[in-house]
Nanobody, 127 residues
Framework: QARLVESGGGSVQAGDSLRVSCLHG????????MGWFRQAPGKKREGVAT????????HYLGSVKDRFVISRNNVNQTLDLQMNNLKPEDSGIYYC????????????????????WGQGTQVTVSS
């Protein structure tokens, strides 16, 4: 049974906003690091944003900094990614990742640091 379940993907126009959520089923309480990754067709999966539990630190891919916000919702038990001013290059399958290994007090944008993955949700941005 999947412990990480993504939702909220969809098709939008460039400049629109979208929020994707990851229902973590309590996984966030045992994970030092959680994050969002994405994969576009024909490209490698890349880290978009990470959240360091305990320190509540965040880390972003340079191209999404100042447009995306990762946050933890304790009421809904979700890890959310608010995406603003979306661009066509933001299109891809967005994956939630958990059970991540920190380096110091930071969580890297490196997929091999994470052991748990959701099935992904599609985000398509049209120009």
């Amino acid at each position: 049974q999947a412990r990480l379940v993504e939702s909220g993907g969809g098709s939008v126009q460039a400049g629109d906003s979208l929020r994707v959520s990851c229902l973590h089923g309590g996984s966030i309480y045992t994970s030092n690091c959680m994050g969002w990754f994405r994969q576009a067709p024909g490209k490698k999966r890349e880290g978009v944003a990470t959240f360091t539990n305990g320190h509540y630190k965040t880390h972003y891919l340079g191209s999404v900094k100042d447009r995306f916000v990762i946050s933890r919702n304790n009421v809904n038990q979700t890890l959310d990614l608010q995406m603003n001013n979306l661009k066509p290059e933001d299109s891809g399958i967005y994956y939630c990742a958990g059970v991540g290994r920190p380096v110091g007090d930071s969580c890297r944008l490196w997929e091999y640091d994470y052991k748990e993955w959701g099935q992904g949700t599609q985000v398509t941005v049209s120009s």
